[in-house]
């Protein structure tokens, strides 16, 4: 079991930015990654296509006999109901979602993040259920996953679209501001620009991290080698995936396997 991969996946390049913490945290691991290149963004998908391609990832790494499995997708989280699934999950969302009453000091929180997860209420609901004296203020962002799709988080483009995001948040004297999409934290420069310095940007990625570590080890599954290896496999487009993820990763990725993902 301790020489088992862990399973990571995203509707696209946007999880490679939780792939990123757990190899700080955890770089003795073996790491399975699939990102929908093929049917991104998840943001404005209805819930039963989210959960027939959830379906169709978890078979796919059922196959893949990885031992722990990371959704790295808010929208994701937002959607399914994890207790249908046979399997141990780690949370995107949840983790935010504490990291952000951890870090708030004046109790009013910020939430950016696609249109299903807003709509879904998500963040508000389980930030609230952990301290109800919290204000959450939560704005839909469409456009910005796509453009870290495409390559484009440093653009001109992406900090007019961030603008716009934020534009509503910035006067509501937020200290705290979760990162409600794993595409999100290619844009922290932007937004850190956009909020300024008074306002504490959360990467939900950094306590998931910690949170399957403390599984590992509470389970006695920690792979001992001092470097592991990772897979990458995407549904559809490889090109802007490989350029984001070697940039985010710091590192040559050797190959971008292709699946069919519709036939799990």
């Known amino acids: 079991m301790k020489q088992l991969p862990i399973g990571v996946f995203d509707s696209g390049v946007g999880g490679v930015t939780v792939l990123k913490r ?69 949370d995107v969302l949840e983790a ?30 389980k930030i609230t ?22 390559g484009l988080y440093s653009s001109p483009v992406a900090y007019e679209a961030a603008n716009r995001c934020l534009e509503g948040l910035k006067y509501i004297d937020i200290d705290t501001l979760v990162l409600g999409c794993t595409h999100y934290p290619l844009l922290t420069p932007i937004i850190e620009k956009i909020m300024g310095e008074n306002v504490k940007i959360v990467d939900p990625a950094i306590k998931l991290s910690y949170d399957v570590k403390n599984y590992l080890l509470r389970e006695d599954l920690i792979n001992p080698r001092d470097k592991g290896k990772m897979e990458f496999y995407v549904s559809g487009s490889k090109d802007n995936f490989t350029k984001t993820a070697e940039m985010l990763l710091e590192r040559k990725i050797s190959e971008v396997f292709v699946v069919d993902i519709e036939k799990y």
């Open 96 to 125: 935010g979602a504490q990291s952000a009453v951890d870090a708030t000091k004046n109790k009013k929180v910020g939430v950016i993040a696609t249109k299903r997860t807003i709509e879904s209420n998500s963040y508000q609901k």
């Open 129 to 150: 259920e952990i301290d109800r004296d919290i204000e959450v203020y939560q704005q839909a962002c469409p456009e910005l996953a796509p453009l870290v799709e495409k």
């Open 22 to 90: 757990l190899l700080e945290v955890l770089p003795g691991e073996d790491y399975i990654y699939f990102g929908d290149t093929l049917r991104n963004p998840y943001g404005d998908r209805s819930s039963e296509e989210i959960k027939k391609f959830t379906g169709q990832i978890i078979n796919f790494m059922k196959e893949k006999k990885v031992k722990a499995l990371v959704i790295a997708c808010n929208t994701i989280c937002a959607t399914i109901n994890k207790e249908e699934y046979d399997f141990i999950f780690f």
